[in-house]
């Protein structure tokens, strides 16, 4: 993979110009696309301003979503309804990058409208696997070393998912933390915007650099000694099923590894409350997705992929009242989710019920991933545990919301003490 | 003025088609529009559905905002920065319109991005004044008579503001009961969608059928006695500096009306963390509309309007952290703002500081409706108050966030008390 922090690194030495560094992606694009399948669009005019080499990003390729909006490329939103639509205007997200000195280089593949209907892009770390999606494109062209970084959004699990399926970092950040404007609606209560890179620094860097809040990079060092005395609480979210062996031996490995390097682990019990907002989910998602994609459920109905058409059609007969009830209990829940920060510093729990599935029919369940985006916390996918038989394994570490910091640091040092560990 | 209700009474009593209530509307643009200017296009194909006169909004023509998206008609955000725009889709909130039965005739004026720099649209009800704005040619479009319906979207005062000049009925609902998706965005915490309409039971039908919440129609019957028991709160929000005397007259106009009408009027102290909330408006505001207005500002910025151009380079040196500290007290704001309603069933308060200000140079101040846009709870400008000089000078009522009936309850009540008695 292609680290964020290591071209950055080597940009700053005067080892790497800006514009190599974008070379170096459309190699790996040239060689390694065609087997993939992760873009939609290359931008064959992307080049890096006069002040690259000094900006935060400069020299940084990014790969955008393809229902985010970037100024003068086709945003297909994974449909052909959408054919031959160039928005005029970058997506506040990308104007960030932007002011950070990156280059949107590519669009990368979603799942139409970002619901299951899967894409055709392949997973680089389990071959014969879905990557996951929505954000389908944008774990697997960072997990093939194609681009340093990489936009996605999650509205069910659709960031944390595809990460842990490919084996790259993401973050979901605290709900709102990065604007969800120019970007095609879901839910707007839901859908957040995310990113992906090849470390949990990495991410933690881009993210600082995007947002503007300089806080949020990690400290130089090894994590194992600037994060000792961490308090990691283990969820295990049993209102979300039963995880697969796979992903329960790496939440172990991953808890026993954090513990060895000195956290302190804490079990934690299910919060019935949780539990009621998890259930709740489909009730928020559905009321608002059948008013978000109204226009192509009214108009070209016929035209929508299978997954999406049934799920609209199931979520016209939300009622008011419901989504109402389901609302007020998130909102409780969002309390009852702060009260787990009490104890600890950040949560581990499964990113995935296990490894990739087999084949490309399904991207997987967002069981585990769903409550988080509920409450709004920020979650981040920790990669580097892989199952026995080679798939890349993902576990998360979560944070109240508006520490972001706390997640990544979390997630830092439990990448950290697996490494050291295996 | 064309009430909403009348039309469907006369389309329900088969005396109107929807066809002809259309046609009534063409009819009346084409003899005020030259002189109000309210409009920026008229739809020359558009028609009711064969269903349309059994809808709830069957022969309703509607006037939209031009920052909110209608497939297929231009979208010019008040800027020749959109110039050849036209969507692909609806935006959500015109999908609602639809299915309704409503038809979306014309795109109305807008400040440019919906910010504070003047359209040319006159104000029919106060000749040489601004008809206010943002949503100016949505509340001038009704004033006139042009239209019975038409959505406007208020981030300070936008809706309730120039409904007070025009002397129209309009909400500003609970924050997101209408989504703001497909609407162009200025800030994401901040931004409403509204509705303007000739009485306060019309503007209380349409939300209902746009909603799909039957329970928003106010009840049968003379409101006076429907209300009855009513407890008005009365909140000067001094913090917000001193209102004229045409304002304060007007207040207390409508309180003695209702007071005579059998409401219990309860003066209420301004609360210092809404006057604190209050001060933290521009701090959110300017936050995010340097984020969601970063793409005009960074390509395009000598083509902005110079309030706005002023607003985007004051907006960008708003940190973080500042932000961050501003959405705390927001946050608990709210429940102060709450805890006012644990007293009244709805607040009586300015709805702007006077009648419209003589002149097309500025469209007010939204200084006693700001508060209101933070807190997300529901307003209903009132009409009926005229100024000595014959301008209209609104009221609004706010309640509890979520109960928007009972803001267009006592609206109801207040208007139907101050017309008895004048």
Request: with cysteine.
């Amino acid at each position: 993979m292609l680290s964020l922090l290591d071209l950055r690194r080597r940009i700053d030495a005067g080892d790497l110009t800006p514009a190599a560094a974008l070379d170096l992606c459309r190699a790996a694009i040239a060689a390694r696309e065609p087997e993939i399948r992760a873009l939609v669009h290359l931008d064959a005019h992307a080049a890096p301003g006069q002040s690259a080499a000094g900006a935060p990003l400069g020299g940084i390729a990014v790969g955008v979503k393809d229902i985010i909006d970037v100024a003068g490329l086709p945003t297909r939103m994974g449909s052909p309804l959408y054919d031959g639509d160039v928005p005029r205007a970058d997506a506040p997200v990308v104007t960030a990058l932007r002011r950070a000195g990156a280059v949107p280089l590519a669009k990368t593949t979603t799942t139409p409208f970002a619901f299951l209907d899967p894409t055709e892009t392949r997973n680089p770390a389990a071959p014969g696997c879905t990557p996951g999606g929505s954000s389908s494109g944008s774990a697997a062209a960072v997990a093939a070393g194609m681009l340093p970084l990489a936009l996605g959004t999650q509205t069910g699990g659709s960031v944390i998912r595809p990460a842990a399926f490919c084996g790259v970092a993401a973050i979901k950040p605290s709900a709102r933390l990065l604007p969800t404007v120019g970007v095609k609606c879901f839910s707007w209560t839901l859908d957040t915007v995310g990113l992906f890179a090849a470390t949990v620094p990495d991410v933690a860097y881009a993210l600082a650099a995007i947002a503007g809040r300089p806080e949020l990079c990690l400290p130089p060092g090894d994590p194992r000694e600037t994060g000792a005395g961490l308090r990691l609480g283990v969820l295990r979210q049993g209102f979300a099923g039963e995880a697969e062996p796979e992903a329960q031996a790496a939440l172990d490995e991953a808890a026993r590894a954090a513990e060895r390097a000195g956290a302190r682990i804490v079990p934690l019990a299910d919060p019935p409350l949780l539990a009621e907002a998890w259930r709740l989910h489909a009730t928020i998602q559905n009321f608002e997705a059948a008013q978000a994609l109204g226009w192509e459920y009214d108009t070209h109905r016929d035209a929508l992929p299978p997954l999406l058409q049934a799920l609209l059609d199931e979520a016209a007969i939300v009622e008011p009242g419901a989504y109402d009830d389901a609302r007020r209990v998130v909102h409780r829940a969002r309390g009852a989710a702060g009260a787990l920060f009490e104890e600890v510093d950040a949560i581990l729990a499964y990113a995935a019920p296990g490894p990739a599935p087999r084949g490309l029919g399904s991207t997987g369940s967002s069981s585990f991933n769903r409550l988080w985006t509920l409450t709004g916390d920020p979650c981040v996918a920790v990669p580097g545990i892989l199952a026995p038989d080679g798939r890349p394994v993902g576990v998360q570490t979560i944070a109240r919301f508006g520490r972001d910091e706390e997640a990544l640091r979390a997630a830092d040092f439990v990448a950290a003490a697996v490494a050291a560990a295996r």
